[in-house]
């Protein structure tokens, strides 16, 4: 924490390094389609984003410059291109064995050397394609060697490494000299995780083969008694207890993401798994697929604060505002519900009530939108004609059986004055109305895969005896959360720790956890240019850690759902327990606007374009454009 307050002494008044500052807020501006007072958002609803994207995250700008290779590792002066096959694996069997040496700093120097080829040699390639293809062709020749296994031992002697955490804890300030040796192994296994993960139609059926064997020794208990995620886990645990604060936790959490995303699946890979299962059990297929209906919806602006929606509507009524009317939704979906010109067609408008609606219309929709939905309303009304409005949501609708239930239930208490329990077949004595009620809501019924395991449980606790046990299947979610269940509420803690201290409108506290250990330089910066640079730097960590946090929470929360209920309600609720549901709400606590459309980055510093293109030189003004 001193650390962080001389750091803050030194930065700008712009930058702050203990709490995400937004930008300015943006200048309202009007669209077609977007709201009044912000634009719309354009996103895709996906996994992650593109390949070389998710690449940059991992990488930190101090470590762009080529690796000089020591001469016993060069390969006769040749290029890395220029080798053949063979050759290529004799090299990288080379650098394996110089990592069984006793050496600390030659181990060092050989990791870093894998670094590179997992890197794509960047030093050799004229482009970011280039770069890009060798980056995921080294990845799987390394795998196939067996670099992630030679790895992975690695990681398990630094993360033992009693001598390096009692180090960092006499420290007062940890910087990013004391997780060297971590970094460049998380590294690696980052870079051949995401490459290896990432499926391309060009790609030979030797790596499809060897991605579906990399999946199976990291979903399944191989090497350890334990699958690869729940290590990762336990770094993050030891991290937040203070056992271990020289861990890099931004390279941890990005990697466990990914682990989890490869392990598990993405959200493709999630609706086809509930169809099969909805197959299995015997259930009607999905009446749509969620996936495609969210990436088909419009994307709708945040609203801005409340307390500017009054004033804004104060300001638009005037003297003619009679009453406090409540403020108006943000979904047009509601606006069409509410505003339905056919609702009370007999009955008398009056003219300031009908400015006073209008008033409060025009803060939420443009003028081109609202002509669109809201037809003006004349004084003397002619024969209306019938406008097509949306109704409802664009997904299609759902009804439980005891929806049903208590549906039949208070029409027989008001029509026949007794119930039939569960019964939902025997209409007589109701009216017709009823009855096409019931024909409708039966049309749309709809069993969740959640019903039926709740059923299966309540049979099991019933007879125990003769149904015996429940066969379970050895999926990977299923190790997975077995493996987990111990440590779970830890885990959960621990992930929600980290993500607060990320927050943008956290304020740095004396007992709070520092996430910048892996950021931080061992110098602190001593011109305008460099504290620029650097908060940056931190502005884009945080940003990085929040986005991996959020993407495997709610990936668990989608995957233990489809596995079994009751794993979805016990994650749920630690996360209740650990005030999961006020952190969320402490990021839409701020101008949400001004954080989505926050750039963390220069674009001229961006992997793999900075390897190689010439950088320009940067300046402060050069920095504060970008």
């Not at 020289?246 to 993405?266: C, D, E, I, R």
Request: glycine fraction near 4%; hydrophobic fraction near 40%.
């Amino acid at each position: 924490m001193q650390r962080l307050r001389a750091l803050a002494a030194v930065l700008p008044p712009e930058i702050s390094v203990g709490m995400c500052q937004p930008p300015p807020p943006l200048t309202p501006t009007r669209s077609p389609q977007g709201s009044v007072d912000c634009p719309n958002l354009e996103f895709e609803y996906g996994d992650a984003d593109g390949h070389g994207a998710e690449l940059e995250l991992y990488r930190n700008r101090r470590n762009i410059v080529p690796l000089r290779v020591q001469p016993q590792f060069s390969v006769q002066g040749r290029r890395w291109l220029e080798l053949d096959g063979a050759q290529q694996k004799a090299y990288v069997m080379h650098l394996l064995d110089g990592l069984e040496v006793v050496n600390r700093d030659k181990r060092l120097k050989v990791a870093r050397a894998i670094l590179y080829l997992a890197q794509g040699v960047f030093g050799d390639c004229d482009n970011e394609g280039d770069v890009l293809h060798w980056s995921r062709h080294n990845s799987f020749l390394l795998y196939r060697l067996g670099t992630f296994t030679a790895f992975l031992e690695l990681l398990n002697m630094e993360i033992d490494n009693s001598q390096a955490c009692s180090s960092a804890l006499r420290k007062p300030a940890i910087s990013l000299a004391d997780s060297t040796e971590l970094r460049v192994l998380l590294s690696v296994m980052y870079l051949m995780v995401e490459n290896i993960r990432v499926e391309q139609e060009t790609d030979p059926p030797e790596w499809k083969s060897c991605r579906e064997t990399f999946r199976v020794e990291l979903s399944f208990p191989m090497h350890t008694e334990e699958p690869f995620a729940l290590l990762l886990f336990t770094m993050v645990t030891k991290f937040c207890s203070g056992h271990a604060p020289h861990f890099p936790m931004k390279k941890v959490l990005l990697l466990l993401w990914k682990v989890l995303l490869f392990t598990l699946g993405g959200f493709e890979a999630l609706q086809t798994m509930k169809v099969r299962k909805r197959e299995e059990l015997g259930l009607p297929p999905l009446p749509e697929d969620s996936i495609q209906v969210m990436r088909s919806m419009r994307a709708a602006s945040p609203p801005t604060y409340s307390i500017e929606l009054v004033e804004q509507q104060q300001q638009k009524r005037g003297h003619r505002s009679r009453r406090v009317r409540p403020l108006m939704k943000q979904d047009s979906l509601d606006i069409y519900n509410e505003r339905d010109p056919f609702k009370n067609d007999d009955a008398g408008v009056d003219e300031e009530e009908n400015d006073d609606v209008d008033s409060g219309i025009e803060g939420e929709l443009d003028l081109m939108e609202r002509d669109a939905i809201i037809p003006a309303m004349p004084a003397q009304r002619p024969p209306i004609e019938r406008v097509s409005f949306p109704k409802g949501l664009p997904w299609a609708p759902k009804v439980r059986q005891k929806d049903i239930e208590h549906f039949l239930e208070a029409s027989r208490n008001k029509f026949i004055g007794f119930t039939l329990g569960q019964d939902t077949e025997t209409l007589i004595g109701l009216p017709r109305p009823i009855h096409e009620s019931v024909k409708t809501l039966k049309q749309h019924k709809y069993v969740s895969i959640s019903d039926v395991q709740i059923k299966n449980e309540e049979e099991l606790e019933k007879c125990p005896m003769s149904l015996g046990e429940e066969e379970v299947q050895e999926t990977p979610c299923e190790i997975l959360y077995r493996s987990m269940l111990y440590n779970l509420p830890q885990y959960m803690i621990a992930l929600l720790k980290i993500l607060l201290a990320a927050a943008p409108t956290s304020k740095a506290k004396t007992d709070s956890i520092n996430i910048l250990a892996d950021v931080l330089p061992e110098e602190m910066p001593i011109t305008v240019l460099q504290s620029m640079k650097l908060g940056i730097d931190v502005n884009r960590h945080k940003e990085i850690i929040v986005k991996s946090i959020s993407a495997l929470l709610l990936l668990l929360l989608k995957h233990f759902k489809l596995n079994h209920i009751y794993q979805f309600e016990y994650v749920s609720q630690h996360l209740v327990f650990a005030n999961c549901i006020p952190l969320i709400l402490k990021f839409f606590n701020q101008n949400i606007m001004s954080y989505i459309t926050a750039k963390n980055s220069i674009s001229v510093l961006d992997y793999p374009h900075c390897t190689v293109c010439d950088l320009p030189e940067l300046t402060a003004e050069s920095l504060m454009r970008h």
